[in-house]
Every structure is written in structure tokens, then in C-alpha cells.
């Protein structure tokens, strides 16, 4: 999917349907909403283009006869915030349209009806305004005419179009993308190979499907079919296309399929999801498996389920097969149908373990009472296999919850005995350690926090940190302070090392404050940076992208490059990119403040401070809370489907919408103001329901039904023991995460 990053540089490199508030159409000078516009503006440049739209449409409900410059106004909030079909209602058949200031009501209508896939009238509408239009837009509306004409299936008028915005090489900074996409629509192979020669990288990556594609509208369907099939990532689902276009479905099944096999994770495998569903529906069992494959990706589970047990009924009944089916059985909450799936899958001698393993921990949700004695099995029958150690932690946890500690104890000792440097070992020391202390063992508990240190285990620095605290408990305050000082010297930047920080009474985190720097990027990348933002003005998104991944392929040496790359790639949303910059600083300068600040970025502070300040939530949390979940990135997407800075699901950004009576549809959700809207609110909500920063962040995390009953733990009163006792391993580090996070943005960020 295209990312729509121009929401992010308007503050930056202008926007191309955007003008000065001050100028309106006609002869008015003065708007009746200035102060609406102005602050809608206002709203705009600080990262808030919801709020924006928002505003505007509230001032037009105001004004029963709103004039030009409110309308386009409110129509280009619309279009930052995305929400094209209130922008197009807007503006069609306004009677001014044409005559409004240098064409710039026809473009953002035509932004708005490509949003909207009106692509006939979006092209024409370009068209017109770029015959409006002063000299310095004139090439981007080129571009942005090409577009839509390609996406109308018109390529003749695209290629015309490509041909325009070249002309007078105004665009010479992307001119190499611009060739390959006026190559894909020329009709001439002869003009689209000289328009390919010498294509230098990235761009070069999409000569073999232009060229492909060129071919095509020539008429050379053979060679553009053998093009694209080899053309490799993006070739193949289009080879597919073209092969049942022309009838050749049997070569166009071959292709899909294949295709659903390799890759069923790709976003090119889910886009290839509705031609298996429409016209080349699995025939065999192994088809039926491979789109089971690519429907699970996209957590439809129940149509994936289906199609597996179409491929079951046909005979299938290979382990693999029997594997994914217990897996979506799980998924539908058919557990025992499972349980008997994974105990088919068993009589396989190379997929048993998995398949037992997967089968007893099924036992465990079913709360059966064959489960201790199949995990036993397990962990007996397959020592060496990487899921023992989860076998034996499982054994534990269970018998736990049914506080038969006895037997919970010999499992957590056979895991740390024969696995001591495992996650899960670590775990089970300090659920040792935890029942210890409250039993008054204390040098029990001291020991086993001990072994943590000596085996390296991952959770070494917890266990410094509670070895003081049971030096404190023994009355040994000198050896705690000693411990916790030492701790705060050497993990300064971790969540146990600022805890001990507090312990000793040493003050907060802080830092010097860095050297001057220079005002202005290395000239590379400032040509760099120029290069993504004209891409993405002229509406090139994917190719922008593009440009973003060569950037991480090949990082630059110097650390002042690396960290204004850092900087300008999260000011323009691409988020996880800054950090990932932000780390290959660290390798040159780990103490520099500039480049701590690249790996804990606050690109859109305003925006943050806004909407916590909205719903009384500390800006620093809900920074903390963002930069765990998306560092930043407006497009981000968790496995879980959760989505845009604030990673909220889609049910929860609904049901948080509706309490705020906020229109909200599905396609905003990545909208970036909305989403920390959205977010906020939910944080404010789970803070208000727990009454402490702790429990809600772990609720945002699991959710709140577990939490609640966490805190139903008699040592959950104590917010170390609650967090240390969290069982979600992904939880339990989430929350030191955060609240590591608060204490660093507070450090970095002045207020």
C-alpha cells in the first residue's frame, strides 16, 4: 500500500494543494472565518490535520453562506486528514471552481476524487488546474495528471503527461523514476528502452516490469508475460493478471499459486487473495493450502479454515497440512477439534514434536487433566528441542495457578537445572525468588537472584536491583546503596538502573546539553531529503520508500549525516527508519545526547502534547507510550492488525470514537492526530479504570481482563513485584519499557 507521508512535510517543503491562509478568491480579503482559518492552519502545520478539517467544518456550519476561501480551505484539511469524500462533496459543482486562485480548488479536488478512485476525473481535473497553475506546480500536477490517467487505463495521456513534467527538468532530482514510469505507459518499445537505458538504482529496480509492461501495450504479449513472470518482486502477481487477461488461465493459475506458495506473507501474495477467490479458485488440495496460507496473513481465519479442510476432504492429510489446520482451529476457538489435529499430525515422525508440544499446551487452555502429563512427556521425550524449556515453564505455571507450589517447584527447578542461560529459567527464578521472599526465605531468595547473575541469564540486571532490595529488607542499608549505585552507574539508561536511581535518592536522569551543531544538513542530504519530498508531492509515495530503503541499505559513515538523516526521515513520518539511523550513530557516539534524542525521537511533539493535554495524560507517557508501539511511524502495523502511531486495533479505535461521538471511519484510522487522539483517549480511560500508570500501561498492552486479575495477586499492591510478576513475557518488558521511555523523554526534552 502507498504511504501517504505528504501529512508530515507541509511544514517543510509546502504542500501541492496548499496555499497561504491569507489569500482568498475573488475580491475578498477578509474572510468571515479568519480566526477559524487561522487556526485551523495553525492545527495543520503542528501535525493535526484532523483537527484542522474538523475546525473548518465547524466554522461552515456556523456561516449559513460560507464563501470560496472556507470551502477550499475545509476541503484541503479534508484532504490531509484524508477523508476524500468530504473534501470532493465540497468542492464539486461549486460554481467559482474554475476561476479559483491559480487552479488550486481544481487540485485539490482531483486529490480528493483520486482518493476516492475517480481516476477519469481526477486526471481531468489536473489537467485543468495545471493549465491554472504557476510555473513552479505546473510539473508536480504533470506528474500527479500521469497518475491518474494510469490508473485510468488511459496510457497514452499518461505517457504525454510523464513527457510534460520532464520537460524543462525542473524535476531533474527524480527524473530517473519519472523515465520508468513514462516507459510503463509508452506504447514504443524502442522509446521506452532508450527512456530505460542507463536507469541508475534505486529506480533501476522497476526497469524489467516497465520494460514489461511496455511490451504490452505494443502488443507483444508473449514477451511482456515472460517479462514480468521473471520480472521478480511485483512481477508476478501482474504476470498472473496479464496471463488470464489474454486467456491463458492455466499459466495464470500456475503463477498464482506458486506465487501463494513462496510467499504467503508478501503483500503481493495478499493482494493475489481475490483472484484466487474470484475468477481462479483452488482445484486441488495443494492450491487450497496455499491460499489457507495467504487468508491466515490476513487473520480471515475462519475462510482459511475452510480451505484447509477442503484440502483435508481431498486427501491431504500431510503433517504440515494437519500443523496450520490446528492452528486455525485454535485461532476459532475449536480447541478440542485441535487437540485431535495435532495428535493426527503427531503420527508424522518429523513434525511430531511440534505437533505434541502444540497439542499439550491446547491440553493447558482446555484446563484438561491429561495436560501436565503430556507436557511432561514432552519435556522427558525431547530434551534438546527448543520448545522443552516451555514445556517445563508451562508445567510450572500451571501447577502455580492452582497454588500446588510443591510440584510448581520441582518443574521451575528441572528448567533452571537443565536450562539456566533460558528466558524461561530466568522467569522461574524470580517466581522462585517471588515465593520466597513471601514464605520468609529471604536467603533463598537472595541465592536464586544470585544464580540469575552467575548464569548471565537475561533478567541480570533485575536481579542486581532486587539483591538490593533484599539488603534493604535484611537492614543492610550500605550493601543495598552500594548495590543500587553501582546499578545506577552502569545500566544508567535502563529501566533498573533509574529505578535504583530513585532508591538512592540520586536525582533524575539528566544531561548535558549538547554541543552547537551546525543549522543546516550535509548538502547530500539535504539533496536527499529534497528528492523524498518531491516524490512524495508529486504523489510517488512507493518510490519514495524506495529511496528511504537505500538510505538504511547503505547508511552513511559520519555521524553528523547519519544523524540529520535520522531527523528528517522521522520529521517526514518514517519513523523506524530515524531510529534504526539513530542506532548506527550510537556505534560512533553512544553518549551523545543528539544521537540519544535520534533513538528516542519526538518528531511531532505538538501534536503528543496536544492531545495529552486534551485528556489529562502526561505527554511524556503518552511520548513513552508511542515510541514503544510505533517509534513514531504513521503507517506502522503489528501482526495483531494494530495500526498507526498510537498501534490501536481497529474495534478499539471504533469504540473509542464512538464514546468521543468522533466520526471514524476504518480508513483514518492511520491518520496520524486521529490515531494519538484516539490513543490518548484510550490511555486516559485505562488510567482513570486502574488508578495507577503501571497496571494501565500493561492493560494497553494485554488488554484489561488479565490485568485485573494480576492485580489480584497479593504482592501486586508493590508496583516492582506487580511489573516483575507479569507472566506476558512481551507485557512484562513492554511496561519497564514505557516507563524507562517517560524517564528519558523527560531527560532529553526540556519542557
Excluded at 490446528?326 to 493426527?344: F, K, P, Q, T
Excluded at 547473575?453 to 542486581?464: E, H, K, L, N, Y
Amino acid at each position: 500500500m502507498n504511504r501517504r507521508r505528504a501529512l508530515w512535510i507541509a511544514a517543510l517543503a509546502g504542500d501541492l494543494v496548499l496555499a497561504p491562509t491569507g489569500r482568498c478568491w475573488g475580491q475578498a480579503v477578509a474572510p468571515p472565518e479568519h480566526t477559524a482559518t487561522y487556526r485551523a492552519d495553525s492545527l495543520r502545520l503542528s501535525g493535526r490535520p484532523w483537527h484542522a478539517a474538523e475546525t473548518l467544518l465547524a466554522a461552515a456550519r456556523r456561516d449559513p453562506n460560507p464563501n470560496a476561501f472556507l470551502i477550499v480551505e475545509g476541503a484541503k484539511a479534508e484532504v490531509h486528514a484524508r477523508r476524500y469524500e468530504h473534501a470532493r462533496q465540497l468542492l464539486v459543482g461549486q460554481p467559482w471552481l474554475l476561476d479559483y486562485l491559480d487552479g488550486e480548488a481544481l487540485a485539490v479536488l482531483a486529490q480528493a476524487e483520486f482518493g476516492t478512485e475517480r481516476y477519469t476525473e481526477a486526471a481531468a481535473h489536473f489537467q485543468l488546474a495545471r493549465a491554472r497553475a504557476r510555473s513552479a506546480r505546473v510539473p508536480l500536477l504533470a506528474v500527479r495528471a500521469a497518475l491518474a490517467f494510469d490508473a485510468a487505463g488511459q496510457p497514452d495521456s499518461a505517457a504525454a503527461a510523464f513527457a510534460a513534467a520532464r520537460a524543462g527538468g525542473t524535476l531533474a532530482s527524480i527524473d530517473p523514476w519519472l523515465r520508468v514510469r513514462q516507459a510503463r505507459v509508452t506504447r514504443d518499445t524502442a522509446a521506452a528502452a532508450q527512456l530505460l537505458a542507463d536507469v541508475p538504482p534505486p529506480a533501476a529496480r522497476d526497469v524489467p516490469v516497465a520494460r514489461a509492461r511496455s511490451r504490452l501495450l505494443a502488443g507483444d504479449t508473449t514477451r511482456a508475460l515472460e517479462g514480468l513472470a521473471t520480472a521478480g518482486k511485483g512481477g508476478a502477481l501482474d504476470a498472473a493478471r496479464l496471463a488470464l487477461a489474454t486467456g491463458d488461465s492455466a499459466r495464470a493459475r500456475t503463477l498464482l499459486y506458486a506465487l501463494l506458495a513462496r510467499d504467503p506473507l508478501s503483500d503481493e501474495a495478499a493482494a493475489g487473495v481475490s483472484l484466487a477467490i474470484g475468477p481462479l479458485p483452488p482445484r486441488d488440495a495443494a492450491e487450497h493450502v496455499a491460499l489457507a496460507r495467504a487468508l491466515n496473513r490476513r487473520t480471515t481465519t475462519r475462510d482459511a479454515r475452510i480451505h484447509v479442510e477442503h484440502a483435508l476432504r481431498s486427501g491431504d492429510s500431510s503433517a504440515t497440512t494437519l500443523l496450520l489446520y490446528g492452528e486455525l482451529l485454535v485461532a476459532s476457538g475449536r480447541l478440542r477439534e485441535a487437540v485431535r489435529a495435532y495428535a493426527n499430525a503427531a503420527r508424522d515422525s518429523t513434525s511430531r514434536p511440534l505437533a505434541l508440544y502444540r497439542r499439550a499446551r491446547v491440553l493447558v487452555r482446555l484446563d484438561d487433566s491429561t495436560a501436565v502429563a503430556a507436557l511432561s512427556g514432552f519435556a522427558q521425550s525431547y530434551p534438546a528441542d527448543t520448545a522443552a524449556p516451555g514445556a517445563l515453564f508451562i508445567l510450572g505455571d500451571l501447577l502455580e495457578s492452582r497454588d500446588n507450589w510443591p510440584q510448581a517447584g520441582r518443574w521451575y527447578g528441572a528448567l533452571i537445572s537443565r536450562y539456566p542461560a533460558d528466558a524461561r529459567a530466568s522467569l522461574a527464578r524470580f517466581r522462585l525468588a517471588a515465593r520466597a521472599e513471601s514464605t520468609g526465605r529471604p536467603d533463598s531468595a537472595t541465592a536464586l537472584y544470585q544464580s540469575e547473575i552467575d548464569a548471565s541469564g537475561p533478567q541480570r540486571t533485575a536481579a542486581r536491583f532486587w539483591l538490593g532490595q533484599m539488603a534493604e529488607a535484611r537492614g543492610d542499608r550500605t550493601k543495598a546503596r552500594a548495590t543500587w549505585l553501582a546499578l545506577a552507574r552502569e545500566d544508567s539508561l535502563g529501566y533498573y538502573g533509574m529505578r535504583a536511581r530513585r532508591e538512592t535518592g540520586l536525582p533524575p536522569l539528566a544531561f548535558v546539553p549538547a554541543a552547537a551543531t551546525p543549522t543546516t544538513p550535509p548538502p547530500a542530504v539535504l539533496a536527499g531529503l529534497a528528492r523524498i519530498d518531491t516524490l512524495l508531492l508529486a504523489g510517488l509515495d512507493t518510490e519514495a520508500q524506495a529511496e528511504v530503503r537505500v538510505v538504511l541499505a547503505h547508511p552513511p559513515t559520519g555521524l553528523d549525516t547519519l544523524l540529520a538523516w535520522s531527523e528528517g526521515l522521522g520529521l517526514r513520518g518514517y519513523g523506524s527508519a530515524g531510529v534504526r539511523l539513530g542506532w548506527q550513530a550510537a556505534l560512533i557516539a553512544p553518549g551523545d545526547v543528539r544521537v540519544l534524542r535520534a533513538i528516542f525521537p519526538w518528531p511531532n511533539r505538538a501534536a503528543v502534547e496536544a492531545e495529552a493535554q486534551e485528556f489529562g495524560v502526561d505527554a511524556l507517557l503518552l511520548a513513552a507510550l508511542v515510541r514503544q508501539e510505533s517509534v513514531f511511524d504513521v503507517q506502522a502495523l503489528s501482526p495483531a492488525g494494530a495500526r498507526g502511531l498510537a498501534q490501536l486495533l481497529p474495534s478499539t479505535a471504533s469504540l473509542m470514537a464512538r464514546g468521543l461521538d468522533v466520526t471514524f471511519y476504518p480508513d483514518w484510522i492511520t491518520v496520524p492526530d486521529l490515531n494519538l487522539h484516539l490513543g490518548a483517549a484510550h490511555l486516559a480511560e485505562l488510567l482513570k479504570r486502574f488508578g495507577r500508570v503501571d497496571a494501565a500501561v500493561a492493560a494497553y498492552n494485554a488488554g484489561p481482563t488479565p490485568v485485573r486479575r494480576w492485580l489480584e495477586r497479593g504482592a501486586a499492591a508493590d508496583p516492582d513485584r506487580f511489573i516483575e510478576l507479569i507472566p506476558y513475557a512481551e507485557t512484562r518488558g513492554y511496561v519497564r519499557s514505557i516507563l524507562r521511555n517517560r524517564e528519558l523523554y523527560r531527560a532529553l526534552y526540556a519542557p
